[in-house]
Structures are given as structure tokens and as C-alpha cells.
């Protein structure tokens, strides 16, 4: 009997599963790192719902990905990796890791049962409202029109950049009547055809040899960012930081230095390279990951206390750089870049379950349901035979002893 099967079978375990949806907060205790995706799973396959679970750091966030991975359908599994450190976050913009953040945005959108397993500062990320970001979709089929003048305005404002020739996701080109875009999401960019304002055909094309490679009878195109803008967004941005420049503890030239050919592109309808360290101002009103998940759906929470203490530790050092660069006129004043981990889990209307090898450490934490499900860790052996006979020899006699009824046993 595998560890599944006997999941399966344990009673309390599925009670506990069974009430986690209704109830504000539960608490699994004494479930340990070998079992721990084989719970997932049944967590999953009980509730059918979307599950936003958050490990302390990346590796081990990286290390139950992969079990997933091997246990569950590709599209069940899903990350949204963010940098620790606001300096690494904004100073190195990874496509790979865009992708994957629009990824888990359109999963989550489509409400269904899987999982995202992120670290701490993804539910720190400021994101746009959900109803915008479902929004800001594109369909183009032939007979569509659009004003291409505007099209052009929205795909810069979506965060694709403007090139001669398409070549690498997220970018796009526009020659005359025709349109070339590299969605994120596509493995091949797309070619639109206008016949004046109306759309003549969509066909699939080779970015190295620009040659077509397959007519579409339609295709639904994104934005290029994890946060869509409008160009309101964009002059009330230009007012907010001119009146925090004026109000800056740095140098005057300074900001100036950092600030003006920012405003620049942003008074053009441009969206500046380093638009992280403007979302403060971009999005007046942000929101997060939680947002975006369904009501219906659940958070969960390994190790509560490594995840509190991995917070503290990284926001300590966050705000020790945001203060150096007020310093230097690089950020302004009113500057956060990231939302307060305990404001976002507080807010969230979803149940939570927390796992833990222990009560003891909680805190102040109530809990609506505590179960204490005991497993224990597999004995590395080193190809020593005697002991793995005395494991199993152990182990089945404990087996037997939990399966059978106390009264059919004679002694």
C-alpha cells in the first residue's frame, strides 16, 4: 500500500479536508516533507478549486514544483516567481519569469482546480485590478476592425516594445498595413493583414525566415506586462511624481537626473524600461495575487513560522535600499514598490490552512480546526540490509495494528 492509498483511507485526514472550505482557518500539523505533495494532491482532487500555496524561499518553492510536476498535468501546476529583493526584481527583468506570472494570471482568471506555489513577496506584488487585466484582451479574426493608429498606441501602452523587424517574444511591428506581434504565449509571432481599418487574415509566421507558416481563423492577444495601464494611468502618474520631486530630501539635479526622461515617455504615451520603480504612481490603486484568486478557492501556508520570519528578514533589507535611494533622488518619498504581507493575508476572504510540525509557535492565531496528522520520515539505510529488515519488520507490525480491530486480534 502506497503512501496515496493510505491517505485515501485515513479518516481524520479527509474530515479535516472535508471542513477546511468552511472554515476561516485550519491547522495540519506533523506532516512532513515525503508526504506532503501526496496531500496536496488529495487536497486538490476533494476541493476541484484553485489553491495559492506559499512556501518560505524559492528552493523550496522550486523542490515541490518539480514533485508536481511529476504527479500532476502541466497545466494543474503553476509559479509566480518574484525576486526576494527589490534591487534584483527591478534591476533584472526575466522574460522567462513574465511569462510565467502571465501564466498563472490567465490560470487563475479561468477559475478552475490547480495550484500556484509562490514564495512571500509574490503576495507582495502589486498587480492591476483583475477586472482589467481580463479585460485587456484582443481579438482579431477577418472582418474585425480597429483603428490601427490606436492599435499601435495600445500595443506600446501593453508593454510590447515597437521594433523594425519581429524577433523575440514582446515585441512588435508595424509596416504599413501590416502588423506583427510576439505574444508571450505563442511559440510563433503572428502576422494581422489589414485591408484598411478591417482585418484581412491572421496567419502564423517564422521569426527567422519572416516567412508564414499557418492561416488562423482567430487568435485572442494579451499585454506583454503582469500589470496593464491606461493612458490616464499615465498623466495621473506624471502629476503624483512632479509633486513628490518637489517635495524629495535629495539633491534637486539628482532627481532631475532620475525623474525627467521618465516623465518624458510617459508624457509621450511611452512606457519607461524601469516601470517597476514607477508603480506606486502607475497604479493609484493596486491590487495582489489574492485578488485574483476566486472566492471559492484556498491559501495555504507551509511552515507559518519560516514564512514570517523570511518576510521580516527580506523586508528589512527592502527598506534599507528604498531609503538609500530616496537618499540619492533614485526613488521618491512615497515610494513602497510592494504591498504589507500581513495587510494582504489579513484582507483575504479565502480559507486558509497552515501546515506545521507543530502548534507550539503559532501565536496569537486561532484556529477553527486542528488536526495533528503524524508521519514520519524515511530512514536512509546506505545499503545496510539488517537494518532495512528490522524497518519493515516495524513497520508492518504498526500497520497491522492500526488496520485491524483491537477485538480480532488473539493473543
Request: one cysteine or more.
Amino acid at each position: 500500500m502506497n503512501i496515496t492509498e493510505l491517505i485515501k483511507k485515513d479518516k481524520d485526514l479527509n474530515n479535516f479536508i472535508e471542513k477546511a472550505p468552511v472554515e476561516k482557518r485550519s491547522l495540519l500539523t506533523g506532516l512532513n516533507s515525503g508526504a506532503f505533495a501526496a496531500v496536496l494532491m488529495q487536497m486538490l482532487k476533494a476541493w476541484q478549486q484553485p489553491l495559492i500555496l506559499v512556501e518560505d524561499n524559492e528552493e523550496k518553492a522550486q523542490t515541490l514544483l518539480d514533485e508536481l510536476g511529476n504527479l500532476l498535468p502541466d497545466d494543474m501546476v503553476f509559479s509566480f516567481p518574484v525576486d526576494a529583493t527589490i534591487a534584483t526584481q527591478t534591476a533584472i527583468a526575466s522574460p522567462d519569469e513574465l511569462s510565467q506570472r502571465l501564466q498563472t494570471l490567465e490560470f487563475l482568471a479561468e477559475k478552475r482546480a490547480g495550484i500556484v506555489v509562490v514564495t512571500p513577496q509574490a503576495l507582495q506584488y502589486k498587480l492591476s485590478d483583475p477586472r482589467d487585466f481580463t479585460k485587456a484582451k484582443k481579438v482579431f479574426k477577418p472582418e474585425a476592425e480597429f483603428d490601427l493608429d490606436k492599435l499601435t498606441e495600445w500595443f506600446t501602452q501593453a508593454g510590447y516594445r515597437r521594433e523594425s523587424i519581429v524577433a523575440r517574444p514582446g515585441e512588435f511591428a508595424r509596416r504599413g498595413d501590416i502588423l506583427d506581434i510576439y505574444p508571450l504565449d505563442q511559440e510563433n509571432p503572428i502576422r494581422i493583414e489589414f485591408f484598411g481599418d478591417e482585418v484581412d487574415t491572421v496567419k502564423e509566421f517564422d521569426a527567422a525566415t519572416q516567412r508564414s507558416l499557418e492561416e488562423k481563423d482567430s487568435i485572442s492577444i494579451g499585454p506583454a506586462l503582469d500589470r496593464v495601464f491606461s493612458p490616464h494611468n499615465f498623466q495621473e502618474a506624471v502629476a503624483k511624481i512632479k509633486q513628490d520631486m518637489s517635495e524629495s530630501i535629495a539633491e534637486e539635479e539628482s532627481v532631475k537626473n532620475h525623474f525627467v526622461k521618465a516623465i518624458d515617455l510617459l508624457e509621450a504615451g511611452g512606457l519607461p524600461d524601469n516601470y517597476a520603480f514607477l508603480i506606486d504612481y502607475l497604479l493609484p490603486r493596486s491590487f495582489n495575487l489574492i485578488d485574483y484568486l476566486d472566492k471559492d478557492g484556498l491559501l495555504l501556508f507551509d511552515d507559518w513560522q519560516s514564512i514570517k520570519k523570511n518576510v521580516a528578514d527580506v523586508d528589512a533589507q527592502n527598506e534599507a535600499f528604498i531609503s538609500e535611494e530616496i537618499k540619492a533622488g533614485a526613488m521618491l518619498n512615497s515610494q513602497k514598490l510592494r504591498h504589507s504581507f500581513e495587510r494582504v493575508v489579513q484582507k483575504s476572504k479565502q480559507a486558509q490552512i497552515l501546515f506545521s510540525l507543530f502548534q507550539k509557535g503559532m501565536g496569537r492565531l486561532k484556529f477553527d480546526q486542528i488536526l495533528n496528522f503524524t508521519t514520519r520520515e524515511v530512514q536512509q539505510f546506505f545499503s545496510q540490509m539488517h537494518l532495512i529488515k528490522s524497518e519493515l519488520t516495524r513497520l508492518s507490525c504498526k500497520l497491522i495494528q492500526n488496520l485491524v480491530p483491537r477485538k480480532s486480534l488473539k493473543i
